[in-house]
């Protein structure tokens, strides 16, 4: 703001007391409200896992990365393999040598899994692990090529990361006994051909090959959706809720996200709708979150690397999805 300081400022003792008085009344109120509230804290000094620290707001750098304040999700198994597939495998656009390769290290990696064909796109395949249980099934998905028409990029958000959780997810609960407690059948589910291929100028046309692939094979057997794209960054990390995405179950991921120690991670915000794999369960009618953090500078750039991720985001969306499934998986609804 900006000012001269010659504005009157009326004339009187009688006025300043005037001033002195409203402003010892809005202090009253303030505090009034302060203890109905139970005299909350500001967030930067609420518990948690960190030592508060005050940032002043002229160096505030990039919302940081709440630390999740539970291991059950594996980290350092994750990045590790996000890693991999960026430094051994490189670009892997759908059906190249390097995606076809890099399946099979996947499909090795996920307890009992299977390639399963895309009809009419030779050479891609989903890869599927399933832990059999009460149906209609939850599925997790995310999607392993990276894009087509960007030379260069290896799709260290856009890609791997989500692969990477998503396996990290499958490897995890594939070691809790299920059988007995009536829990839901879950689906790990890797997409190939998500990204449009060469020469497309039409993504909803010629992208999501083989989310649609599976919506059309198993769709009738699935009650809900959780895909994770986009997970990872370093700087920044923030899934306001993409605009195609359930409400409910967004609203339960943001309770589980609360419930391990990274809430704030999870906005009461809405972005735009953006078109991924959740886009034909959606549109099946089935219930479906995409934990999305579109807002990413190395988006569709040959430096969505590895230096613009980091495993704790990867961890602490790894640990919300942990807890959401969890919850979900003992659901009657
Ligand atoms: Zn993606």
Redesign the pocket.
Same mark, same amino acid.
């Given at each position: 703001m900006d000012g001269d300081g010659s504005g009157g400022m009326g004339s009187g003792p009688l006025k300043v007391l005037g001033s002195v008085l409203v402003v010892q009344l809005l202090l009253g109120a303030a505090l009034l409200i302060w203890a109905a509230q139970g005299f909350p804290l500001p967030s930067f000094l609420r518990g948690g896992h960190e030592a508060p620290t005050v940032a002043t707001a002229a160096t505030t750098p990039a919302a940081s990365v709440p630390r999740a304040r539970v291991d059950a999700f594996d980290g350092p198994a994750a990045f590790a393999l996000l890693r991999e597939q960026v430094e051994r495998y490189g670009s892997r656009p759908a059906g190249s040598p390097a995606s076809r390769r890099l399946a099979e290290r996947l499909r090795a990696r996920m307890p009992g899994a299977r390639f399963e064909p895309i009809p009419g796109h030779r050479g891609q395949r989903n890869i599927v692990a399933v832990l059999p249980g009460r149906r209609p099934a939850i599925v997790v998905g995310?999607?392993y090529d990276t894009e087509a028409t960007i030379p260069g990029h290896v799709?260290a958000? +856009?890609?791997a990361a989500?692969t990477a959780a998503v396996v990290t997810l499958a490897r995890a609960f594939s070691r809790i006994s299920r059988a007995q407690r009536g829990d839901r059948e879950l689906r790990f589910v890797l997409f190939d051909g #998500? #990204?449009e291929p060469k020469g497309s100028t039409d993504f909803y046309r010629d992208g999501m090959r083989g989310s649609r692939a599976y919506v059309a094979r198993h769709g009738d057997s699935v009650r809900e959706m959780i895909l994770l794209?986009?997970i990872a960054e370093k700087q920044g990390l923030r899934f306001p809720r993409e605009e195609g995405s359930d409400p409910t179950l967004w609203a339960e991921l943001r309770a589980a996200a609360r419930a391990v120690g990274v809430g704030s991670l999870f906005p009461n915000a809405v972005s735009g709708q953006i078109l991924? +794999?959740h886009t034909p369960f959606t549109e099946a009618g089935i219930p479906a979150i995409d934990l999305?953090d579109f807002d990413y500078p190395q988006r569709d750039t040959p430096q969505d690397n590895l230096d613009a991720v980091s495993e704790r985001s990867l961890d602490a969306t790894g640990e919300a999805v942990t807890r959401l499934l969890e919850r979900r998986l003992q659901s009657e609804t």
């Open positions: 995310a999607h799709g958000n +856009d890609g989500g #998500e #990204e794209d986009y991924d +794999d999305i």
